[in-house]
């Protein structure tokens, strides 16, 4: 059996959530999954950091009022964020990282990531800025380290999308995806066709742990626009970055559009989408469309999230799951871990 020390960088809803399942499984993940996961470090901008190199309290970690230096309540607690000395030197093998995403160039979390391989650990990270903007940089950052760097979180929260298309498609030739890729946005629409207005609709996302830090990445397509990056340089060797997308959001959408399209048997969604051209090149958007009401998007509500691929062995593969929340986004990082864990256990030469 093996012992993982994860140091979490970030404490916000999906790495407290992460906590809290370590608190009530990590026992059965011995015997179930072959490992288990003990808490060295915590880090957080607002809420202070803390290391214990024996092991923190999964349960009592989880359990801190979301506070302004909450960490510092706990023995050798600290109300101010130690990142470097938490990611560098607690101990740990891998790291959560979970900070906030940001749009613009990845920062700080990229630099969070880089620290921790450089430093020969793996990461494991929900956060599409890294990713989106420099992703390439970052795995060949983890090989030369030889380390592992996963990120399945980073597009539709905790449904397996990266690494079931990469695995279980592999042999056939993903030719192009169109999907719903933001919880939020999603959400706020389907909230709207019930008569809720555009800023309410916005509020119950960030209630529900739905949102990013600014909600204008959500409903404005930033968001979707880092995710089509992500799946497109994944999926289609795309080799794209954001300004090869066009990006527009939902946030023109009124209530009475809403209801036209409900009069005409249609609903408005936020498509990101991608295709291979015929010269190789790949074009890739993100827009609200309206979509009829029989098309396999259509039904897609709430903060679920869908995404068709087109296939050239098998047609169109559409897989559909949460596509935000705190615990479906911690239970992405666990697959990543495990992936980690059968990577390393199996020996596999590359690993995915
Ligand atoms: N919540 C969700 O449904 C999903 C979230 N994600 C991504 O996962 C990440 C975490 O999401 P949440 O936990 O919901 O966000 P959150 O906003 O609840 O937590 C982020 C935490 O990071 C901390 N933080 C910000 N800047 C920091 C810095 N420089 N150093 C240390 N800590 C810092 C904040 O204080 C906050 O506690 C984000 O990048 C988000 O985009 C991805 C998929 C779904
Ligand atoms: N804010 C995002 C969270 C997941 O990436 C969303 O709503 O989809």
Same mark, same amino acid.
């Given at each position: 059996m093996t012992e993982y020390k994860l140091a979490l960088v970030g404490f916000?809803?999906?790495? +407290?959530? %992460?906590?809290?399942?370590?608190? *009530? +499984?990590?026992?059965? /993940?011995?015997?179930?999954?072959? @490992?288990?996961?003990? #808490? &060295?470090?915590?880090?957080?901008?607002?809420? !202070?950091?803390? #290391?214990?190199?024996?092991?923190?309290?999964?349960?009592? %970690?989880?359990?801190?009022?979301?506070?302004e230096g909450a960490l510092a309540q706990l023995p050798g607690g600290d109300a101010t964020a130690s990142n470097e000395a938490?990611? $560098? =030197?607690c101990g740990a093998d891998m790291i959560a990282e979970a900070? @906030?995403?940001?749009? &613009?160039? !990845?920062?700080?979390?990229?630099? @969070?990531?880089? /620290?921790?391989? *450089?430093? !020969? $650990?793996?990461?494991?990270?929900?956060?599409?800025?890294?990713?989106?903007?420099?992703?390439?940089? %970052?795995?060949?950052?983890a090989q030369r380290n030889q380390v592992g760097f996963e990120y399945e979180g980073s597009v539709m929260s905790g449904t397996p999308v990266i690494r079931l298309a990469r695995q279980l498609l592999a042999g056939s030739t993903i030719s192009g995806f169109e999907g719903i890729l933001n919880g939020t946005s999603n959400f706020v629409l389907t909230r709207m066709e019930s008569g809720l207005g555009f800023s309410e609709a916005v509020k119950q996302a960030q209630t529900l742990g739905y949102a990013e830090a600014d909600p204008t990445a959500d409903v404005e397509?930033? =968001?979707?626009?880092? $995710?089509?990056? #992500?799946?497109?340089?994944?999926?289609?060797?795309a080799k794209i970055n954001v300004n090869d997308v066009r990006c527009n959001g939902i946030s023109a959408l009124t209530l009475g559009d809403i209801e036209q399209a409900r009069q005409n048997n249609a609903r408005w969604k936020l498509i990101g989408a991608a295709t291979r051209n015929a010269d190789g090149s790949?074009?890739?958007?993100?827009?609200? +469309?309206?979509?009829?009401?029989?098309?396999?998007?259509?039904?897609? !509500?709430?903060?679920?999230?869908?995404?068709s691929f087109t296939t050239d062995l098998i047609g169109t593969v559409t897989v559909s799951g949460p596509g935000a929340g705190r615990t479906e986004t911690a239970f992405a990082l666990l697959s990543d871990i495990i992936s980690l864990h059968q990577c390393a256990t199996q020996h596999r030469k590359t690993c995915p």
């Open positions: 916000g809803g999906v790495n +407290r959530a %992460l906590a809290q399942l370590i608190a *009530e +499984r990590n026992e059965r /993940w011995k015997t179930e999954l072959g @490992f288990s996961l003990t #808490i &060295v470090g915590v880090t957080d901008l607002f809420q !202070g950091s803390v #290391i214990n190199r024996q092991g923190l309290d999964a349960a009592a %970690l989880a359990a801190l009022p979301v506070v938490v990611i $560098k =030197d900070t @906030f995403t940001n749009p &613009v160039d !990845g920062e700080p979390a990229t630099s @969070f990531c880089r /620290w921790a391989l *450089e430093n !020969g $650990k793996h990461v494991v990270t929900t956060n599409k800025g890294p990713i989106a903007l420099h992703g390439a940089a %970052l795995k060949a950052l397509g930033h =968001d979707v626009r880092l $995710k089509v990056v #992500i799946l497109a340089n994944e999926l289609l060797d790949v074009s890739a958007s993100v827009e609200p +469309r309206l979509l009829s009401n029989d098309h396999p998007l259509a039904s897609i !509500g709430g903060a679920t999230n869908a995404v």
